[in-house]
């Protein structure tokens, strides 16, 4: 059984950083593809970036292009998501994903694993 437990959120002004970290147990998923989603209250989960097992291939979405950056360390079974230059749009609950196959992916049905989700609040 696998458990994706992410961490890191919390309250930010507008223009600050957070970096939040999706830690990985049960299974080791270095081989596989990894990615972060958010979603806020009546939308649907939406895509933010994600990563091949290597980490030598990334992708992101348009919004945060620039000032978001997906990083891994399989080693330690670990995501990271570091967030620049945060807008108050930002605010969501953010959700760690894998995804038990070698290519990413942007669609979130795509994806095998979830993370409970960590809250992140962007004040203006």
């Known amino acids: 059984q696998v458990q994706l437990v992410e961490s890191g959120g919390g309250l930010v002004q507008a223009g600050g950083s957070l970096r939040l970290s999706c830690a990985a147990s049960?299974?080791?998923?270095?081989?596989?593809?990894m990615g972060w989603f958010r979603q806020t209250p009546g939308k649907e989960r939406e895509f933010v970036a994600a990563?091949?097992?290597?980490?030598?291939?990334?992708a992101y979405a348009d919004p945060v292009k620039g000032r978001f950056t997906i990083s891994r360390d399989n080693a330690k079974n670990t995501v990271y998501l570091q967030m620049n230059s945060l807008k108050p749009e930002d605010t969501a609950v953010y959700y760690c994903?894998?995804?038990?196959?070698?290519?990413?992916?942007?669609?979130?049905?795509?994806?095998?694993?979830w993370g409970q989700g960590t809250q992140v609040t962007v004040s203006s």
């Open positions: 049960g299974r080791t998923l270095s081989s596989y593809p």
């Open positions: 994903a894998a995804r038990l196959s070698s290519d990413i992916h942007y669609y979130p049905r795509l994806y095998n694993y």
């Open positions: 990563i091949n097992w290597s980490g030598g291939i990334t």
